[in-house]
């Protein structure tokens, strides 16, 4: 399962968080893999697209940032997927409108 990892940095302070990510790394565990990740251009957020198949492995992640880091987990699925499927949807006869 993809999640969109929005990373709100406390007190605008993502010096913090790379300076933790130089000395320990992403401090992942097992399981939870990083695929990409974009911040804000004012170093406000950041989104980090992870991959896992127990949630449960995000809190274990985030633990380790919490401190410098509130988060919000959302699951997502690839465009390519949410077109597969909605396809049979958009076949279905539309309801008559009074």
């Known amino acids: 399962m993809l999640y969109m990892v ?3 940095f406390k ?3 993502a010096k913090a968080v790379y300076r933790r ?13 990083y695929v990409e990740s974009w ?5 406000d957020r950041c989104f980090q697209l992870m991959d896992c198949g127990d949630a449960k492995l995000l809190d274990q992640w ?20 949410a077109v597969e499927l909605m396809t049979p949807e958009l076949w279905s006869p539309q309801p008559t409108r009074r």
């Open 21 to 33: 990510f130089r000395e320990r790394g992403r401090m992942a565990p097992e399981g939870l893999v």
């Open 11 to 13: 007190n605008r302070d």
């Open 6 to 8: 929005i990373e709100h």
């Open 62 to 81: 985030a633990a380790h940032w919490r401190d410098l880091v509130d988060f919000e987990f959302v699951p997502v699925r690839r465009s390519k997927e």
């Open 39 to 43: 911040v804000e251009t004012n170093f």
